[in-house]
RNA sequence: AGAGCAGGCCGGAUGAUCGCUGGUCCGUUAGUGCGGAUGAGAGGAAAGUCCGAGCUCCGCAGGGCAGGAUGGUCGCUAACGGCGACUGGGGGUGACCCUAAGGAAAGUGCCACAGAAAACAUACCGCCCUGGGGGAUCGGCAUUGUGCCAUCUCCCGGAGUAAGGGUGAAAAGGUGAGGUAAGAGCUCACCAGUUUCCCGGGUGACCGGGAAAGCUUGGUAAACCCCAUCUGGAGCAAGACCAAAUAGGAGGACGGUGAGAGCGGCCCGCUCAAUGUCCUCGGGUAGUGUCGCUUGAGGCGGCAGGCAACUGUCGUCCUAGAUUAAUGAUCAUCAUCUUCCUGAGGGAAACCGCAGGAAGAUACAGAACUCGGCUUACAGGUCUGCUCUGGCA
RNA sequence: GCGGGCGUAAUUCAGAGGUAGAAUGUCAGCUUCCCAAGCUGAACGUCGUGGGUUCAAUUCCCAUCGCCCGCU
């Protein structure tokens, strides 16, 4: 198994999880976004993004997955194990490149690993 | 050279690294799965969901009314509200563009304000003729008073007329002549229109020519409506399938009734069927399960037919199928455009093209059952044909 | 994917072919020692945008933009 991949077993998909997740976890915001980490008991690190049609048309949207995964692919070894993410995007959110992204997400897990432990 | 019209095409490229979703093959495994290899992976609009179809279910998809849609003609098409060609009308110097373009002499409604009147002119002012009454005149005649006549004028009434009348978006054919008390298509000439008929051309819309009727009839149907044509409803969230265990259940047959349901607004027609008995089968709201799900009115090229839309035929190609929803990120090189700087050059100047460098930008937008259209969005590039204006030879 | 609805003053809504209105709010004046309340007056509008029908369109028709709601 490659160390930057993104399997289907780190994915958060039932709609179950994600109310769960919403019930249990800890929000932190950003500028553009809407952290909320949780504890599983799967042994994985999971990742769940929300976008919903306020945040921009149909390319937009997409884009923005597209980036929030790669972001979670390429450092997710840095995160702690057994941890559910779920990223709500705010509405109204500009074209940004993945530099945008990395450090805004950067700075905001750094801030949260006293909070996860 | 400038300005413009119509139509078509493209809509970033290459490489490296790290990923994502299917297919095929191989290995492994009881199987799920796991590993490896290989090849595939967004658009011209994928969008809006404005039309039309295929497909599926509603037993059948039947008739009539209602409702809805369309509206020049002929053709193309599986079909269409689409497309092509043509006709009429409007716009433009022109290339060309726009056009819901049937019926207002079937009926109903509406036409504010202004105006006599907005549609049955029974019509106000005015004009003309006339009956009755009053007043005036250095007026005329007769004359004691006064009366009669003429002219002007005021009031009340009758008849004729539609020439003229501030208006208004729109005013009851226009101009001229005759005619008359005054006038009027009342009559005539020319012009405009309407209806009917005839001849010629065209499949047809319609076009060209001629004759007759004084026929002159306001606008509005994207107001109701009439006429013609089409139209059952829902939609892949349609719909179908699934191992094991138990209850609720499901299906079939018989009998039974006409409430109720299919049925979407109504009627007809058709069908099912409450409850009961017997027999047979076992599964639902499961698992965000499998199928439907991508080969199709398919794309590309040649030839033939047709003005064209399009059709026929031959060859060739297979080209996304996700379901918290794949098709991406980073780096490098190049391409295109814009701005700025530098250099040599042309020019009186504005400026023009050339070379080099820097910075920035590269649109609109993401398949979700599938096609045919329409509409809308779009950085920039490119090709073809045509028109007008100016200059030079 | 499918279906339905709404855009009019700063705000909430009327108006459905003929000069665009109400309530609340805003501003000014009167009243009061001052404020509130009350009274009087004023300002406020591309009728979401574009095109068409009509003499005339917020209203009718077409296209488009934005917003809201419902259906596994």
């Given amino acids: ?16 999880d994600f109310l769960r997740t919403y019930e249990d976890g800890t929000r932190i915001n950003s500028k553009h976004f809407i952290v909320i980490l949780s504890r599983n008991q799967g042994g994985y690190r999971r990742l769940g993004i929300t976008v919903t049609r ?39 959110i500009p074209f940004l490149t993945y530099k945008n992204i990395y450090e805004e997400l950067e700075t905001l897990f750094k801030e949260s690993h006293h909070i996860t432990e």
């Fill in 54 to 92: 306020k945040t921009g048309n149909a390319v937009t949207r997409n884009r923005t997955k597209r980036l929030l995964r790669e972001f979670f692919r390429l450092n997710k070894e840095t995160l702690p194990d057994s941890l559910d993410i779920v990223i709500i995007v705010k509405k109204g």
């Fill in 1 to 16: 198994m490659g160390t930057f991949t993104f399997e289907k077993h780190e994915r958060i998909k039932k709609r179950k």
